[in-house]
């Protein structure tokens, strides 16, 4: 069982940035393929980043058309922490914030494909 903890969210203006962190425990980390998604008030949830596992130390880093440019997602293997850079931010950015572990497989945007999620952290872009 994987445990997932966000954090970093909060209010900034817009063309500001934040980073998120998720700290996971249990598993093994390294090889989860990792996700954050994000929420906006009355919308469905939706993939806005991911970091998958190829095998050894390769990862690949795939981002939403919507973010790629402005956001970057990392990953700490030794510290068991995904990350979230997010700069430029924009009013429509603003959402609940979900980090995501799929345990197989391949990469996947689809939420329905991910196993464990953490709470979320709100992010709330002010224009």
């Known amino acids: 069982q994987v445990q997932l903890l966000e954090s970093g969210g909060g209010l900034v203006q817009t063309g500001g940035s934040l980073r998120l962190s998720c700290a996971a425990s249990?598993?093994?980390?390294?090889?989860?393929?990792m996700g954050w998604f994000r929420q906006a008030p009355g919308k469905e949830r939706v993939y806005v980043a991911g970091i998958a596992w190829l095998g050894g130390s390769i990862y690949y880093q795939h981002y939403a058309d919507s973010v790629r440019g402005r956001f970057t997602i990392s990953r700490d293997n030794a510290k068991n922490t995904l990350y979230l850079q997010m700069n430029y931010l924009k009013p429509e950015d603003t959402a609940v914030y979900y980090c995501?572990?799929?345990?197989?497989?391949?990469?996947?945007?689809?939420?329905?494909?991910?196993?464990?999620w953490g709470q979320g952290t709100p992010v709330t872009v002010s224009s």
């Open positions: 995501a572990a799929k345990s197989s497989g391949s990469h996947s945007s689809s939420v329905r494909d991910y196993d464990y």
């Open positions: 249990g598993g093994t980390f390294s090889r989860y393929h």
